[in-house]
């Protein structure tokens, strides 16, 4: 294992275990912009700069977008079992990618990447599936996506460079979608990033056809009363 | 490179847009430009040709250019129905912003690349989701479409880089291309939102408006699954054509999604539930091909796509033309729809034909094809049958039109008029032609799409020799080595 590339992969891993582990959701926010960061930096080849700063670009820009959406407070869901727990969980999931290195073939790309992206895939898996919050769902799609990014880079080597032109964009488009829609659920009442409730979600749409002349009155039939 | 122009230019509109969304009128005039222009740079797009950007190949090919072409028109029509009806402003921007990831996933011969590119356009469709009021609720719809968006594109991503290398060490191969195949394929059927990932899908039904509702759930997506047929026939079908527990649960999903997708859209109660539902079955066919793996299955399943997305959107422009001149969605209100509007009702019997097919059609016999691909008989003749079982609801809907109507309507008439314009007010009366002639607007946008649907579904435009072409790996590979 490459020292160098070692410390990175361990930074997207403590990155992770914080924005999935904390309750605040400023906190949160920095803990995925250094996932992002250190990510871009290890799924990047060093000799391809556009690459590299499409990459951080786009990792910065997510981060910046949460950020507007998160700066006013409001809290996220947190891990309900702590932060050593999360760490432990993703301890052992960098540890089984470094053991299923290149699953069952030998790997072009860093082992170190697919290491960390077996522990942030661990880590977003209870976001994704129990987050009752949009941020919290949101961290857990970002390390699910950084996830599946990384154990491609480990499994098929470095990308090309219009590839990481894309996946930036496709980044810093989550990023946008999320904080979005975080932003549209803390404006609506003192919930938070909460989603809501099952009744309300079931809307009835009365807002699609806007009533802009007016409509002639009603006439009462002769089905209506009986 | 004749792609680039349609590139920059649906890339720079759909960036306008989203800038000037708080100017919606402006922003609606900018997308419908932008969407006038795309459809003009789509036109011009010359199959065959290739460039190597930042290290990555980009190839045109008919199918690209064809599915761009019919992408914008449907594009414009229901974004001028959207316009006329009052829809959600951001409905324009999004589908535009689709057809910019279409293009860029679709001229991409590495799954790598193009997986991530198919999944930007799915993450534009929260947009859509957001309203003034109700944000909690609508969000609440969006985060659960990025996820199900998110959730396809890692898997695929993930399966894409898994078997991208060179594989001869492996020592469990089947295994591993199996899982890999299965990843894909669940990604598209995630991303589709058919039965059992629906849950998101059908909720996006109670927010999005329907000139939206086929961006989300039909032409994003089939973008997905062209990405992925493409990679299929690539990467996978040519190394072990045989996963019998892998193509036993796409059938499974396939069968399951026709048949309660076709009965869910039947029982529902108001025209959104029943165009989405309606969506979803016909993305069941989709997955079928996807589990035919193999060469044959190229064409059909290329042709049905087509067919799939115009038609759809065929009948989400219909549904919206009938809530715009009636007021209203749900369909007890809409009683005796029928016997007021005409032009409506052509236009969902155009919608019903090119939707269900006339034997000869291509887009019947491609969905033939795949079902004799994957069945024998007796199987074969009664999924057929399953399959014709959308004129189910389509008859309901036009039954409840037939009805007498409840007393009284407030309903738009069909009829175009044309009140006096008054010079000293020239922007009042263009703004009163437009408000008066509601019904009568929407229902030819509706009809026009609907006759493009019948086209496509017949083959016209060239629908099956666009959807037999090559790939654009192959376009590739022909370029490099000198046979184009």
């Avoid at chain 2, 609508?138 to 078997?163: K, P």
């Avoid at chain 2, 026939?233 to 892998?246: I, K, Q, S, Y």
């Avoid at chain 2, 549904?319 to 052509?346: E, I, K, N, Q």
């Avoid at chain 2, 649907?453 to 000198?482: D, H, K, N, Q, Y």
């Amino acid at each position: 294992m490459n020292p160098v590339l070692g410390t990175v992969a361990a930074a997207v891993v403590a990155g992770a275990v914080v924005a999935v582990s904390v309750r605040d959701g400023r906190l949160a926010v920095v803990g995925l912009a250094a996932t992002l960061v250190f990510a871009a930096l290890l799924g990047a080849q060093l000799d391809a700069p556009l690459g590299l700063a499409a990459s951080l670009t786009g990792g910065i820009l997510a981060a910046y977008l949460l950020w507007i959406a998160a700066r006013g407070g409001g809290t996220t869901g947190g891990s309900r079992l702590g932060w050593p727990t999360e760490a432990l969980l993703a301890g052992a999931a960098f540890f089984v990618g470094l053991g299923a290195v290149g699953l069952g073939a030998p790997a072009l790309g860093p082992v170190e990447a697919q290491a960390a992206g077996f522990a942030l895939a661990a880590l977003a898996v209870v976001p994704v599936a129990t987050g009752r919050d949009v941020l919290r769902i949101g961290i857990g799609l970002f390390l699910l996506l950084q996830a599946a990014l990384l154990v491609g880079v480990g499994l098929d080597g470095h990308p090309s460079q219009l590839e990481q032109v894309v996946t930036a964009a496709l980044v810093a488009a989550l990023g946008g979608a999320v904080a979005a829609l975080g932003y549209a659920a803390r404006s609506d009442g003192s919930g938070g990033f909460d989603l809501a409730t099952e009744s309300r979600v079931r809307i009835r749409r009365p807002l699609d056809a806007r009533r802009e002349s007016p409509r002639p009155p009603e006439v009462t039939g002769p089905d209506i009363g009986r | 490179m004749s792609l680039l122009p349609f590139l920059l230019i649906s890339i720079a509109v759909t960036g306008a847009a989203l800038i000037l969304r708080g100017r919606p009128t402006i922003a609606t005039s900018v997308v419908l430009a932008g969407l006038v222009a795309s459809l003009i740079a789509a036109l011009a797009i010359r199959p065959g040709e290739t460039i190597v950007i930042g290290g990555a190949t980009v190839a045109t090919t008919d199918f690209l250019r064809l599915f761009l072409v019919l992408g914008c028109l449907s594009g414009l029509a229901l974004a001028l129905l959207g316009a006329g009806a009052g829809t959600r402003r951001d409905a324009p921007a999004v589908m535009l912003g689709t057809l910019a990831a279409a293009a860029l996933a679709l001229s991409l011969p590495d799954a790598r690349i193009a997986v991530p590119a198919a999944t930007i356009g799915g993450l534009l469709g929260v947009l859509v989701t957001l309203a003034p009021t109700g944000a909690r609720a609508g969000a609440t719809v969006g985060i659960r479409e990025v996820r199900a968006v998110i959730i396809a594109g890692a898997l695929a991503i993930a399966a894409a880089a898994w078997i991208a290398r060179p594989l001869g060490d492996l020592a469990v191969q089947p295994q591993v291309f199996g899982f890999a195949y299965l990843g894909f394929t669940i990604a598209v059927a995630v991303r589709f939102g058919v039965i059992p990932f629906h849950f998101w899908a059908a909720r996006l039904a109670d927010a999005v408006p329907e000139v939206a509702l086929p961006t989300l759930t039909a032409w994003g997506p089939a973008v997905l699954a062209v990405v992925a047929l493409a990679w299929i026939d690539r990467a996978v079908a040519p190394v072990l054509p045989e996963f019998g527990a892998e193509r036993a649960v796409l059938i499974g999903i396939g069968v399951v999604t026709i048949v309660l997708a076709t009965f869910a859209a039947w029982i529902q109660d108001d025209l959104e539930h029943v165009l989405g539902y309606s969506i979803m079955g016909d993305a069941g066919v989709i997955i079928l091909g996807l589990a035919a793996l193999g060469t044959e299955a190229w064409t059909p399943v290329r042709v049905w796509i087509l067919a799939f997305v115009v038609a759809r959107s065929a009948f989400a422009a219909w549904c919206a033309a009938t809530r715009a001149t009636f007021w209203t969605g749900r369909l007890d209100d809409l009683r005796g729809w029928a016997r007021h509007s005409p032009p409506l009702v052509l236009a969902l019997v155009l919608v019903i034909v090119a939707s269900v097919g006339l034997p000869g059609f291509a887009a019947w016999e491609a969905r033939s094809t795949i079902v004799r691909l994957l069945f024998g008989e007796p199987w074969a003749g009664l999924l057929l049958v399953a399959l014709l079982g959308p004129i189910l609801y389509y008859v309901r809907l036009l039954a409840i039109g037939l009805r007498r109507p409840h007393g009284g309507t407030s309903a738009e008439d069909w009829r175009p008029s044309w009140p006096g314009i008054d010079l000293n007010q020239v922007r009042t009366s263009i703004v009163k032609i437009a408000r008066v002639n509601r019904g009568a607007s929407t229902a030819v946008l509706a009809l026009l799409l609907a006759l493009l649907a019948v086209g496509t579904s017949a083959g016209a435009f060239g629908v099956t020799e666009a959807a037999a072409g090559a790939g654009p790996a192959v376009e590739a590979e022909a370029v490099e080595t000198g046979l184009r």
